[in-house]
């Protein structure tokens, strides 16, 4: 191995390493010296947007992390809340957009891979993976490729290492022409007394390192993660990795049987910044330091250099401390799982990561500099331009609907409202026994075994709306995400975001990403709801081109008892239909402003957190008093759409439905105005009344509006015909239109 | 009555075989490990569960079939005892030798991950003797390289000596190309050997066995296993 620190340090390799040259002075007035050339590469990484957090911070702050079942909250590998009965699920979301843009398969494959580790590092079985996935116009030269992919590298990664895929969304949109976003969320189970967090202490205590060998791929991942992308991101492909999903496997099996043991003591992974991240990380938390020696390090190759062999990100590694005097247990169960594994180093009381490479010390550096010490930046912000000329919509300016039924048709072709089993066929979404609600309804829901609850789990953004306007944006994405989970029949407790935004250091920008925040955190305050881990993704922009704002949010749900699961079509003829919400004419942010009207614009619908409160209310107290035979949001697309999708999602059959409203509203307002807090129901026709008095009771708005049954889908309003559409008809076209575009 | 569910590194719906004869079933069931000889002269019955054995980079069930633990059930299987292997099983026992054919990419050149349809074609074989003849089974399959294939001379055989038990069919039970998932030869979806003691079948029967579900539709293949080893029938 060549150690190359003598390599000299000028402003333009500073610069390269993604260091600012007011951050280079920081590291040398803070370290009392000039850093060499490997300690240049560690600042590099860890020091970057993606590790650092160093933009977002601030702001982050506003977000509520704390509540009675919260037991991990932010900082963490992931966040933790209990789930009562001596069980706790631990969840978080996280994003590989850049590497997916570049390498689609093994970006997407990888950030499977990232995610999972995140979750069984906390000692947790992995029994769940969503992902929320957005692509540039359906029609644009690039689009197929990418889509293509990035669902064969999840569906590749995921199936193999036999956690399934339970649910997810899929959004095309022109914004992501030039970066798409590969959100991946993760949930696993564990004992909450038996939670494991990245320590490393104990002094004298071993390191350990196993799982794959270290190569030289990806060196630099997180740095590139931090950039904007131009004409060369083409060239960036060496610094995305290559996933070993097998490997993974063996890590999930060989970890949760390590940690059967009571001599582990920390352990993490090696993610982004890899054995340096981790080793820092480590001793940050624990206020120790490690002493770790290089050579020691299992390679694919011979001659890396200490710089390389610390910043690479080669997959499917980990880092753990245990009690000393174990080593020869720890080591043979590896063994057993044919996983390389090795004594690097070991836990020190000086608070100081000193790094040998063939006992010659090349990097010495104060944990916490480098673990905290990157600027706390609180960016400018600045409302931008563009607001002036979009925020608003007359809706005078809107014609009136000629044929509404064509209308229907052609939203229910839109790929984003266009049923998705394209997508999630490829997923194995069944393995592990757990899945009891399938994809295709609005939240998936896990059994938990050996007890009566299930789980309940949806991911959602509305990005146009973000883009529109990103305080409302960001709390209709969680309003959203909640009433997904209530029409599951589960109740929101956790949540984990990723913030996908352009570049920070453009003030427009940071004001999108403050606003989201901000929204989002009154939202989650005002639901209860504690936001215990999340990620951020900034540059997601290209050549001065940024993304809409997406702050994408997962929520997990509890259902105490899994009977209380309820799906959202249709079940039985002369059911009922009901709609729990008002409907008002909203058309800005829509899908039938940008499908119909080809115009992005206006203000996202107005959303009132107390009507979005007392809606849950009624609908779970609906269900939990086993009433409701269906339950399903109204979002993109509307009413129309929503009493499409009820009628279509049955797995085996189709089924009709005849409604009838009066209203004095504009009638395409009453079909596919996006109003918010509104929850389409079916129900027996015995339980009217039950439930007309219970609304009356709760003052939530409700009416019934129509009956299951036939082969058509009949909107009437005001006694005359609007809508008369064949059922089987408009399947096909819902059921065929993902595929024609990207299949 | 002792089951044995066989882990391979990389199989991934062990613990679901397990909880099903384990939990649903109350069978006495151990895990077998890969790796060391274990004697299965314990067992009455081995599964083989699905999942990606060894990795499966090379043809899925490739590396699996020179593991120390398949010597012992080949050796197991070809003494008359009892093999059920699902998906990835059913992969190991065509490269083990213990049936014939191969398994293939979908013809779709994806993984498919749905419930679909699979008629009962052979109701004398100790895996499938509880149901009815042309029953119509909505069972899950989950695989990337599930497209039997058999020459004609091996299909004839199969055919001649009544050895497949299960085929992909419409909701009404046509066996038809509409209905074939993977572009499977003469849609087949399970075949047992000829001395019956071994089936193999990619969907999972332990998908739908649950009473967690309302479809248990996968129930009957075990209970078939089970009731043949009570009786003592199979030998």
Not at chain 1, 345 to 373: A, H, K, S, W, Y
Not at chain 1, 428 to 435: E, I, Q
Not at chain 2, 113 to 126: A, G, L
Request: glycine fraction near 10%; proline fraction near 5%.
């Amino acid at each position: 191995m060549k150690n190359n620190n003598s390599i000299e340090i000028t402003p333009d390799l500073v610069r390269q390493h993604g260091l600012t040259l007011e951050e280079f002075s920081r590291i040398e007035d803070l370290l009392g010296r000039e850093p060499n050339f490997t300690e240049l590469g560690i600042f590099s990484v860890m020091w970057s947007e993606h590790c650092s957090y160093k933009s977002s911070r601030y702001y982050l702050r506003k977000l509520p992390t704390t509540g009675p079942r919260v037991l991990q909250g932010p900082g963490e590998n992931a966040g933790v809340v209990d789930i009562g009965d001596g069980v706790a699920v631990v969840f978080k979301i996280e994003s590989h957009n850049h590497p997916s843009f570049i390498e689609p398969r093994q970006g997407a494959a990888t950030g499977v891979g990232g995610i999972l580790r995140d979750i069984f590092t906390m000692g947790a079985r992995p029994i769940a993976l969503m992902n929320s996935l957005r692509f540039g116009a359906p029609d644009h030269l690039r689009t197929r490729f990418l889509v293509n992919g990035v669902v064969e590298g999840i569906s590749n990664y995921g199936n193999c290492t036999g956690v399934p895929t339970v649910g997810g969304e899929i959004y095309f949109d022109p914004c992501y022409n030039g970066n798409i976003l590969v959100n991946v969320f993760c949930l696993g189970l564990i004992p909450s007394d038996k939670i494991f967090l990245g320590n490393a202490s104990g002094v004298g205590n071993p390191v350990i390192y196993f799982g794959s060998k270290t190569g030289r791929d990806g060196i630099h991942g997180a740095s590139m993660a931090s950039s904007e992308f131009d004409e060369s991101s083409e060239e960036k492909r060496p610094t995305v990795q290559v996933g070993d999903p097998f490997a993974e496997k063996l890590l999930i099996e060989a970890c949760l049987e390590l940690m059967k043991e009571d001599w582990v003591v920390g352990i993490q992974d090696m993610g982004a910044a890899g054995l340096t991240c981790s080793t820092f990380e480590m001793a940050g938390r624990a206020g120790t330091g490690i002493d770790l020696e290089l050579s020691k390090v299992p390679t694919r190759e011979a001659g890396m250099t200490p710089y390389e062999t610390l910043l690479s990100e080669s997959q499917e590694r980990m880092l753990v401390v245990i009690r000393k005097g174990m080593e020869e247990e720890a080591l043979a169960l590896f063994d057993k799982w044919d996983l390389d594994a090795a004594i690097v180093g070991e836990v020190t009381d000086t608070p100081m990561v000193r790094i040998f490479e063939q006992g010659t010390l090349v990097v010495n550096l104060p944990v916490e500099l480098v673990v905290d010490g990157a600027l706390d930046l609180k960016r400018p912000t600045k409302k931008p331009k563009y607001l002036a000329k979009v925020d608003h919509v007359s809706l005078d300016s809107i014609s009136e609907l000629e044929s509404p039924g064509e209308v229907l048709k052609k939203l229910l072709s839109s790929p984003n409202i266009a049923k998705k089993h394209w997508v999630y066929e490829q997923f194995d979404h069944m393995v592990r026994l757990n899945t009891l609600g399938l994809p295709g309804s609005d939240a998936a829901v896990l059994r938990v075994k050996g007890s009566k609850k299930a789980l309940a789990l949806s991911v959602d953004c509305n990005s146009r709306y973000c883009y529109l306007n990103p305080f409302y944006g960001a709390q209709i994405a969680v309003a959203e995400c909640v009433r997904n989970i209530t029409c599951s029949g589960g109740e929101a407790i956790g949540l984990t975001n990723c913030l996908n935004f352009g570049n920070p250091e453009n003030p427009e920008i940071m004001w999108q990403f403050e606003q989201a925040v901000s929204g989002m955190g009154e939202a989650c305050k005002f639901f209860d709801i504690p936001v215990v881990s999340g990620n951020v993704s900034l540059y997601n922009e290209t050549l001065g081109e940024a993304i809409y704002p997406t702050p994408t949010v997962a929520v997990v749900g509890l259902l105490e008892d899994r009977s209380f699961h309820t799906t959202q079509w249709f079940k039985e003829d002369e059911s009922l239909i009901g709609l729990i919400g008002i409907t008002l004419e909203e058309f800005g942010a829509s899908e039938y402003l940008r499908v119909v009207h080809d115009r992005v614009e206006g203000q996202p619908p107005h959303l009132d957190l107390r009507l979005a409160q007392s809606v849950n209310k009624l609908c779970l107290e609906l269900i939990q008093k086993n009433v409701l035979a269906s339950a399903h949001d109204c979002s993109e697309g509307g009413l129309a759409v929503a009493i499409a999708e009820s009628c279509m999602s049955h797995p085996l059959k189709a089924k009709g439905a005849t409604i009838n409203i009066d209203s004095t509203i504009r009638n395409d307002a009453l079909l596919f105005s996006e109003s918010q807090s509104r929850i389409l129901i079916s129900f027996l026709a015995k339980d009217r009344l039950a439930i007309e008095e219970m609304a009356e009771t709760m003052k939530v708005p409700f009416a019934v509006m129509g009956k299951v049954g036939g082969d058509s889908l009949v909107v009437n309003i005001n006694g005359k015909e609007f809508v008369r559409e064949d059922i089987s008809c408009l399947k096909q076209l819902w059921s065929g239109a993902l595929e024609a575009y990207v299949g | 009555m002792k089951c044995g569910v066989v882990v391979f590194p990389g199989s991934n719906c062990d613990h679901d075989c397990f909880h099903i004869l384990k939990h649903v079933f109350k069978l006495d069931t151990e895990w077998i490990w890969h790796k060391g000889d274990v004697d299965l002269s314990q067992f009455d019955l081995i599964v083989l569960p699905g999942g990606y054995s060894y990795g499966d980079y090379l043809r899925a069930g490739a590396i699996a079939q020179f593991s120390s633990i398949m010597k012992e059930v080949v050796r197991f299987a070809n003494s008359g005892r009892m093999v059920l292997g699902i998906c990835n099983g059913f992969q190991v026992l065509l490269e083990a030798g213990l049936l014939p054919g191969a398994l293939i990419q979908n013809h779709t050149q994806k993984f498919i991950c749905k419930t679909v349809t699979v008629r009962v074609e052979n109701i004398f074989t100790p895996f499938s003797s509880e149901y009815i003849k042309k029953t119509v089974l909505a069972i899950p399959i989950a695989h990337h390289q599930g497209s039997y294939f058999i020459g004609p001379d091996g299909l004839s055989k199969l055919i001649d000596n009544q050895l497949v038990v299960f085929r992909y069919c419409g909701p009404e039970g046509e066996v038809t190309d509409l209905y074939n998932p993977n572009g499977s030869v003469d849609n087949i979806a399970g075949i047992v050997s000829e001395n019956k003691n071994v089936m193999g079948l990619m969907p999972h029967p332990e998908r739908c066995a649950d009473p967690a579900w309302s479809n248990l539709d996968g129930q009957l293949i075990f209970k078939s296993a089970i009731k043949s080893l009570e009786s003592g029938a199979l030998l």
